[in-house]
């Protein structure tokens, strides 16, 4: 498995999610103890756990597994990751606990939602009730040697979703309220299914920004540098695309002409064009599930 140490006491394992490189990252931080931040989805745990075996780290010695939501690609790994974590806790927003201790629900909407990209993550597995730390804002989790891991609530996105905050390095891990960032072309993209809310999100970006944090680590996907720049691009990117999506169904436009809107207006789109269109889940997500967030969130709040 592909791990890189990304910070002082920081490790990305890439977990290659039905064989796609460079997706989900999820991240091992080592203090006395360790936690681990995201899991990805059910049927990559054993790639996660190849992972964690060959960064050494004893699975007595995790204590924390946070998630930024429950979201298959985010928290859908936790039940099976936690069969073989013996003293691990999760730590979820309260909003997502319930879901993790009966997934059934959160199963059904899935596969209803993203179909075969469902079925590739895998049915989640339900977390014994007791391992979970229903979390709210300002909470935080010492893993020892000065390692903290403090919650932020940053919803929008999802309103089961908050972010994590390092102190002693200032790092941020957004989960996926700072957008998909594409390493390898350094762009943003919007992830903004529905019931997205634009307000809440670019209250959240603005909390974020107000950390000033030195790094930010990305669930999609891995480290980035200047992030009051990536936080404060992305705020600007939802911004143009909620105008044009209010512009075009003012204008009775198609979802195909409001896209293609999109495409002509977001510099970052045009760079990001070619790897969305080969890309197995961008290229359904960002048009059709991104789009329709921007779509019901104009159509409900303006
Ligand atoms: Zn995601």
């Given amino acids: 498995m592909s791990t890189i140490k990304v910070g002082e006491n920081l490790y990305l394992i890439d977990i290659q999610a039905g064989g796609i490189k460079n997706f989900i990252a999820s991240y091992l ?5 360790a936690a681990i931040i995201e899991t990805g989805p059910m049927s990559s745990v054993p790639n996660l756990l190849s992972g964690l075996k060959e960064l050494n780290v004893k699975f007595e010695d995790i204590a924390y597994v946070a998630v930024s939501h429950i979201h298959l690609d985010h928290g859908g790994g936790v039940g099976t990751l936690l069969k ?16 993790l201790a009966n997934p059934e629900k959160l199963w059904q909407q899935s596969r209803a939602v993203l179909k075969g990209i ?16 229903a979390a709210s804002d300002g909470m935080t989790f010492d893993v020892g040697a000065d390692v903290k891991l403090t919650v932020i609530e940053t919803l929008g996105h999802a309103s089961h979703h908050q972010s994590y905050y390092e102190s002693s390095s200032r790092s941020v891990f957004p989960g996926d ?30 909390n974020l920004m107000s950390l000033k944090p030195k790094t930010l680590y990305y669930t ?59 890309h197995p889940i961008l290229s359904e997500t960002v048009f059709d599930e991104s789009l329709r967030g921007f779509i019901d969130f104009v159509e409900k709040f303006n």
């Fill in 118 to 133: 469902a079925e590739m993550y895998g049915e989640p597995e339900p977390v014994p009730e007791e391992r979970i730390i």
């Fill in 220 to 278: 999609h996907f891995g480290k980035a540098s200047n992030p009051s720049e990536k936080l404060q691009t992305y705020s600007q990117q939802l911004s143009l695309w909620a105008k044009i999506v209010k512009q075009g169904l003012e204008n009775r436009e198609s979802l195909k002409v409001i896209s293609e809107r999109i495409i002509r207006s977001d510099r970052a789109v045009q760079r990001a064009l070619e790897h969305i269109r080969v």
């Fill in 177 to 206: 309220a700072a957008g998909i960032y594409l390493s390898e072309i350094d762009v943003i993209l919007p992830t903004t299914p529905s019931p997205f809310r634009l307000d809440i999100a670019l209250a959240s970006l603005n």
């Fill in 84 to 99: 073989f974590l013996p003293k691990a806790k999760v730590i979820v927003h309260s909003r997502g606990a319930p879901h």
């Fill in 29 to 33: 931080l080592k203090g006395k103890q």
